[in-house]
């Protein structure tokens, strides 16, 4: 995540920011200058161009800061969700923030990182979009199936995702990790196409024309396989090459995001991930080094490490493919 200030007092930001706490002014999120911008009483921000932007509908109903093409609309981002919770339920209206703001924050990551994100409602047959239900009167799976991501809106609350994580036994999970490992599969669905990215994908991760329910079945019959460790990021990752590919993809954007971050507020010297033409180099030169410090700093103040992961050779090579499927900026 970039470091953002205030353009009026230059005073420090975060990303989610509606108003400066230094100089009160009114703010709003600009995704097509990807930068913080002030916005008057009305809040209205003129870009250089002269073109007029509105703050986004949701501000209150979801804390949506970004900037909108009309008055009373939505941003891209809100656009792209198709359902919300309805008004009459509170819990889900309660949870739907968090998971407003992952998708924020995931859409900022593939924007920096040259992933084209579109819409449904722009291409309803390639296009993405994203249902963020309620589990209060429903049982929510999350999956993702032809572009159309869906999200529990329970996984918001710490404590249920606490419970389900340890029951899984895994070492992370978090919504934004949610919202990287299914558009993994969308990203897996629109971007391996082509003799060449399709056969090295497949010698990557395995045959995924796999019976995926028998795989399901599989695995959570039998537990991943022994010495799984050795060729995998996790072990929801040893379930079927479609889930392979979206726990590196998700991996991806976690050591993205993370570099970045870090190199903003100093912590490395790294100017952009984009500067290493091997992915390799970067886990190799930057990654490791730097999650170990930061484990090293939770450890200190008695938290679990921050990223609980080994990153062996097959895996290094997987995540290199996935990051040549950027675009060049």
């Not at 954007?253 to 790294?270: K, M, N, R, W, Y």
Request: hydrophobic share 40%.
């Amino acid at each position: 995540m970039k470091s953002y200030r205030c353009r009026v007092c230059d005073n420090p930001l975060y990303f989610e920011n509606s108003v400066c706490v230094s100089c009160g002014t009114a703010l709003a999120f600009s995704r097509s200058e990807g930068a913080i911008v002030p916005v008057d009483e009305t809040g209205r921000y003129v870009d250089a161009a002269g073109l007029i932007w509105h703050i986004c509908v949701n501000l209150n109903l979801s804390g949506c800061t970004w900037l909108a093409s009309v008055e009373g609309g939505r941003c891209f981002s809100c656009q792209l969700t198709r359902t919300r919770p309805a008004d009459d339920d509170p819990v889900g209206l309660e949870n739907y923030p968090a998971a407003e703001q992952a998708k924020r924050h995931l859409i900022r990551e593939l924007d920096v990182l040259g992933f084209p994100v579109v819409g449904k409602d722009t291409d309803p047959d390639n296009g993405l979009a994203f249902d963020l239900l309620s589990s209060v009167d429903e049982n929510v799976v999350i999956g993702h199936e032809d572009g159309l991501i869906t999200i529990d809106l329970a996984e918001s609350d710490a404590a249920y995702r606490e419970k389900v994580r340890a029951q899984l036994a895994e070492p992370y999970r978090t919504m934004l990790g949610h919202f990287r490992h299914e558009v993994g599969h969308y990203y897996e669905w629109q971007l391996v196409r082509g003799d060449e990215r399709f056969a090295r994908c497949r010698e990557l991760f395995g045959d995924e024309s796999k019976d995926y329910q028998a795989e399901i079945d599989r695995h959570y019959a039998e537990g991943p396989p022994a010495g799984w460790e050795e060729a995998y990021i996790s072990t929801y990752a040893t379930m079927h090459p479609f889930e392979d590919f979206a726990e590196t993809w998700a991996h991806y954007l976690h050591i993205c995001d993370t570099v970045e971050t870090a190199s903003e507020f100093g912590l490395t010297s790294v100017a952009s991930v984009s500067v290493f033409s091997d992915f390799r180099d970067l886990v190799n030169g930057v990654w490791v080094p730097l999650s170990i410090a930061l484990n090293m700093v939770n450890r200190s103040m008695g938290k679990e490490d921050l990223y609980p992961f080994v990153i062996p050779p097959p895996v290094l090579d997987k995540l290199a493919f996935v990051a040549s499927l950027a675009e060049p900026s």
